[in-house]
């Protein structure tokens, strides 16, 4: 009886609606607390529950912010692109994982990471947002001059190249 009033005040019970929770992660997903959260919110999508999606995304997007780690950052904002497509809430979804490549950028930058550079650039590629795209490939040409590393100029040069033929096709 008093499990039920309190259940009815919404302070837990057998009747309170409560969130699913990741499972514990694995073995792939050891260094990435943001990667149960995804699962999650990929296993809401294929039952058709976007709603359930965007509630796993949430903590995504939480894990990945805290740990400061571009990888994760990436992954959240690819995450919300897939999740926009099948959501009523598509422009708010698109703006966040526009901000995670924004905060992925930021991170991968500070941490002298081509790869995420060039990754952000990528995800931003997916946006459709040209300009960004265009800043990334500055900050990574400007990192592999400052590297003084001719393997890195040249893999920006490449990737360069080839975002252009996409942008121009």
Aim: with cysteine; charged share 25%; aromatic share 4%.
């Amino acid at each position: 009886m008093a499990s039920a009033f309190l259940a009815y005040l919404g302070f837990g019970g057998p009747t309170t609606k409560t969130e699913a929770v990741p499972e514990p992660p694995r073995p792939e997903e050891s260094g990435r607390p943001w990667a149960p959260h995804l699962r999650a919110a990929g296993e809401a999508l294929s039952r058709g529950d976007a709603k359930g999606a965007v509630r796993a995304l949430q903590a995504a997007d939480q894990c990945a912010l805290a740990c400061g780690q571009w990888e994760g950052m990436v992954e959240v904002g690819d995450a919300h692109l897939r999740v926009a497509d099948a959501s009523r809430a598509r422009k708010v979804l698109v703006s966040r994982a526009h901000q995670n490549y924004l905060s992925a950028l930021y991170c991968a930058r500070q941490q002298h990471n081509l790869d995420g550079v060039l990754r952000t650039a990528a995800g931003f590629a997916a946006l459709g947002d040209r300009e960004s795209v265009d800043q990334c490939l500055l900050i990574a040409e400007g990192m592999a001059e400052t590297a003084n590393d001719e393997a890195a100029r040249g893999r920006v040069r490449r990737v360069t190249a080839r975002m252009t033929a996409r942008h121009s096709a």
